[in-house]
C-alpha cells in the first residue's frame, strides 16, 4: 500500500519503540489500574497522573505525552522513543514548546480480545480527545475521532466470518480496519477525510497492516464503483446538523447531507457493492418525521436493494436531547456561540418536521431472495456483546424459516444460550408465567406456554421436531395435528431470532 503522505518516521521502529517501553494495552492496563482506566474513559486524567507518580520511564513518559495530553522534558522523550524523536517532530506528530515536548496526536494501546470475534493488539493514532479533565476547547473541521464507544459498537456488531473482501466505508483513524483484516483477505478502507487518510494509514503501519488494507479518497461509494464485497462495515458520519459551509461542518460526523439522507445513502447505495451473500452492517441515526412511522421511512430506503434486512432501533431521543448530545460534542458548551447554534438546530429540526431522532443498526444481507425478509422492530433492552453472531444467526434462520414444514419437522433442531423462567403465586401448583430467556446476543425474551416450552425443552439435536411435538401431544392429551401447525409457525420465528439452530 503506498503511503498516503510519506512519513519521516519509520512506523516498523517506531511500534519496536512502542513494545520496548510496554506501551500496550495489558501492560498499561496493570499499570494504571482498574479506576484510573474507567476515569480515563470518563475523560478525566487526575487518577492516571496519580497512578504514575513521579515515574519518568518510557511507559509512564508514552502515557503523559499522548493519552494524558501532558508536556515532558526532552530527555526523557528521548528515552521513551530513541531516535525517532526529531522524525516525529518532521512529521508534525510532535512538537517543542517551551523546551518541552507536546503531542498534537493521540497514539495509544488498542486491543480487543477473543471475545470480540476478532482480537487484535495494537495501537490507533487519531486526534486529541477533546474535553480531557472537562477543558472545552472548538473541535477542529477536520478533527479524526479515535477509538470510542461508537466504534466499538459497531465491531462488537459485525459478523465476523471469513471472507474475501471487506470495505470499511469511512474508516476514520482505521479502527474498524484493525478488526476486518483479521478475518478478511482483502481491506479496502475509504474516507473523505485526508487527515483522516494520514493518521490512519500511520496506524495500519504501525500493526503492520500496509499490505493488508488499502486506503482510498472520495465520499460514500464513489471509491469503489464498480466493486463488489463481501462484507462492508460503517459508522458514517450520521450527525444530522443543520448545513454548514465546508470549512465550518465537522467532518467526522456530518456528511453535508439533508438530516438523515446520508444515511439513506449508504443503504440505498449498498446492494452494487454486495457479492452474493455479502453484509452490510451500519451504526446509525434516522429521523422520526412528523406523520410518519419511522419503520416506514426505513423501509422506503430497505426495499429498493432487495436485500434482507435486520434493523434494531436501541434508542430514541427527543431533539433537544440530540442536540445537546452534538454540541457539547463540538465543544461548543459554555461558548458564546452555544444558545445561537442551539436555536438553529430547533429551527432546523422543525422545519423538516423532526419530532425524535432513532438510534440503531441496521443489517442488510444480499441473500437473493424474491421476497426478501425485512425485520424492522424496536430493542431498547439489554444485549449480551458481542452482538455480531447474533447477526450472523439471524441470517441462517431466515434461511431456515423458507423450508417447507415438512422439511422443519424433519429437522433435528437444538435450543441454544437460552434459560426457562417461571413466574406465579408463591404455593400455586403451576406457574403463570413461562418465559424462555437468552443468554447471549439480543438476549430475547418469550413467553411460552406449557406445549412450546415442553418442546422446545426436547430440542436437544437428536430427535426430529415432528417427533418431539407428537410426543408433547400424547403426554398434555392434546390433538397432534393442531399442535404441529401451531409449532411449526413459532420455530420458523424461533430460528430466526436465534433460540434454535439446526
Known amino acids: 500500500m503506498p503511503q498516503y503522505s510519506p512519513f519521516t518516521v519509520d512506523p516498523r521502529r517506531l511500534a519496536e519503540a512502542l513494545r520496548r517501553a510496554e506501551f500496550t494495552v495489558d501492560a498499561v492496563g496493570e499499570r494504571l489500574g482498574e479506576q484510573a482506566g474507567a476515569a480515563l474513559g470518563r475523560n478525566t486524567t487526575l487518577a492516571a ?164 488494507v488499502e486506503l482510498r479518497e472520495g465520499s460514500l461509494y464513489e471509491p469503489v464503483a464498480g466493486e463488489k464485497f463481501d462484507l462492508v462495515v460503517t459508522n458514517p458520519p450520521y450527525v444530522m446538523a443543520p448545513p454548514q459551509a465546508e470549512g465550518d461542518r465537522l467532518t467526522y460526523r456530518e456528511g453535508g447531507f439533508g438530516a438523515d439522507d446520508l444515511v439513506a445513502e449508504v443503504v440505498r447505495g449498498a446492494a452494487p457493492h454486495l457479492s452474493e451473500g455479502g453484509t452490510l452492517q451500519v451504526l446509525a441515526n434516522w429521523a422520526h418525521v412528523r406523520g410518519q412511522d419511522w419503520t416506514d421511512r426505513l423501509r422506503g430506503w430497505i426495499e429498493p436493494t432487495g436485500c434482507d434486512a435486520l434493523v434494531l432501533q436501541r434508542e430514541v431521543l427527543d431533539p433537544y436531547e440530540y442536540i445537546e448530545i452534538w454540541l457539547n460534542d463540538a465543544g461548543l458548551a459554555g461558548s458564546e456561540a452555544y444558545a445561537g447554534r442551539y436555536a438553529q438546530w430547533v429551527d432546523y429540526f422543525e422545519r423538516l418536521g423532526i419530532e425524535a431522532v432513532g438510534m440503531g443498526w441496521i443489517s442488510l444481507h444480499n441473500a437473493g431472495h424474491e421476497a426478501p425478509s425485512l425485520q424492522l422492530e424496536d430493542w431498547p433492552h439489554s444485549v449480551v456483546q458481542p452482538v455480531g453472531p447474533a447477526f450472523a444467526g439471524q441470517q441462517r434462520g431466515v434461511e431456515w424459516s423458507r423450508r417447507t414444514d415438512e422439511e422443519l419437522l424433519a429437522t433435528s433442531w437444538r435450543l441454544v444460550d437460552t434459560v426457562q423462567e417461571t413466574y406465579g403465586r408463591p404455593g400455586a401448583a403451576d406457574p403463570e408465567h413461562v418465559v424462555l430467556r437468552q443468554q447471549k446476543g439480543f438476549a430475547r425474551a418469550l413467553e411460552a406456554d406449557t406445549a412450546l416450552a415442553g418442546v422446545l425443552g426436547a430440542c436437544d439435536g437428536e430427535l426430529p421436531l415432528g417427533i418431539i411435538i407428537r410426543a408433547v401431544a400424547q403426554l398434555l392429551e392434546v390433538d397432534a395435528e393442531a399442535l404441529v401447525v401451531e409449532v411449526v409457525a413459532r420455530v420458523r420465528q424461533l430460528g430466526v431470532d436465534g433460540y434454535l439452530v439446526a
Open 49 to 212: 497522573l496519580r497512578a504514575l507518580g513521579g515515574d519518568d520511564d518510557p511507559q509512564a513518559t508514552l502515557l503523559r505525552l499522548f493519552v494524558l495530553q501532558r508536556t515532558v522534558g526532552r530527555d526523557a522523550a528521548e528515552n521513551a522513543l530513541p531516535g525517532l524523536l526529531g522524525d516525529l517532530q518532521a512529521d508534525g506528530l510532535v512538537e517543542e514548546v517551551a523546551g518541552r515536548i507536546r503531542a498534537t496526536v493521540d497514539l495509544r494501546p488498542y486491543g480487543a480480545d477473543e471475545a470480540s470475534g476478532a482480537p487484535v493488539d495494537g495501537w490507533v493514532v487519531a486526534d486529541h480527545v477533546p474535553g480531557l479533565d472537562g477543558h472545552v476547547t472548538a473541535t477542529r473541521p477536520d478533527f479524526v475521532l479515535g477509538a470510542s464507544p461508537a466504534s466499538a459498537t459497531l465491531t462488537q456488531m459485525t459478523i465476523r466470518r471469513p471472507v474475501g473482501r471487506a470495505l470499511d466505508l469511512g474508516t476514520g483513524c482505521g479502527v474498524q480496519s484493525l478488526h476486518l483484516a483479521t478475518h478478511a483477505e482483502k481491506v479496502v478502507a475509504t474516507d473523505l477525510n485526508p487527515r483522516a487518510l494520514w493518521l490512519a494509514d500511520l496506524t495500519l503501519r504501525l500493526n503492520g497492516l500496509e499490505e493488508r
